[in-house]
């Protein structure tokens, strides 16, 4: 089975740029994360989605993020304009069902964003 | 913010069993306790949950104190590719995961 796939790998940026990340979940896979994690810290949910509509996107700086999955398939998050303290590991995430005791999220590799 | 606490580090050597604590005092009667480790460079990996019960699988098993305060992953046998950062997640089945700064766990030859 294949995992979650996600690209690029690696990315780096001027402050001020745009930048998006493009995310391929688990074939099957209704639900998908986007997380943020900062060097040190545990990922931290931007934002969900369940097929093409939005779960739960509280965490989500929405001045400057963006993501949709408008055939309720693969992802892009986007951030426009990027700040210093966009610098991160962005990860994306499946999962079969969204909620109940047996809950698995698959996870990608993740981007590396550095911004200067 | 989380609702767990866990050590920053730990070492084990290899072949040795790796006990991972956690403590989770104010954890709920509907929440469940997960762990999920990540190894350098790679995305979270689901390793194990329980309720109440003590559980195995083949990665590991999970064991949860009688009034559920805490409990305690143990990996049998450590070896060097069980070198990675373990968190430990409490939740109701119908949150999301919150993700603390986990235990980094440092298996050596």
């Known amino acids: 089975e294949a995992g979650v796939a996600q690209s690029p790998r690696y990315k780096i940026i001027e402050k001020r740029q745009s930048v998006a990340f493009w995310c391929n979940p688990i074939?099957?896979?209704?639900?998908l994360y986007w997380y943020q994690q900062i060097l040190g810290q545990g990922p931290k949910l931007l934002i969900q989605?369940?097929?093409?509509?939005?779960?739960?996107d509280s965490q989500l700086p929405k001045d400057r993020f963006s993501a949709e999955r408008l055939k309720g398939v693969d992802s892009t998050l986007k951030i426009q304009p990027a700040k210093l303290e966009d610098s991160a590991v962005y990860l994306c995430?499946?999962?079969?069902?969204?909620?109940?005791?047996?809950?698995?999220?698959?996870f990608g590799p993740g981007t590396r964003l550095t911004v200067t | 913010d989380a609702k767990t606490t866990q050590p920053t580090s730990m070492d084990c050597a290899e072949g040795r069993a790796a006990n991972l604590p956690c403590n989770h005092s104010?954890?709920?009667?509907?929440?469940?306790v997960y762990w999920y480790r990540q190894i350098h460079s790679q995305g979270p990996q689901y390793i194990i949950h329980?309720?109440?019960n003590n559980e195995t699988n083949e990665m590991a098993s999970l064991i949860i104190t009688e009034d559920r305060k805490s409990s305690t992953l143990i990996l049998p046998h450590a070896t060097l590719r069980d070198t990675a950062v373990y968190y430990c997640?409490?939740?109701?089945?119908?949150?999301?995961?919150?993700f603390g700064t986990g235990t980094r766990l440092q298996v050596f030859p």
């Open positions: 329980g309720l109440k």
């Open positions: 997640i409490v939740r109701e089945y119908t949150d999301k995961l919150i």
């Open positions: 995430a499946s999962s079969l069902v969204s909620h109940g005791p047996i809950y698995e999220q698959y």
């Open positions: 104010t954890i709920s009667g509907n929440e469940y």
């Open positions: 074939s099957g896979h209704a639900t």
């Open positions: 989605f369940q097929n093409n509509g939005v779960v739960d």
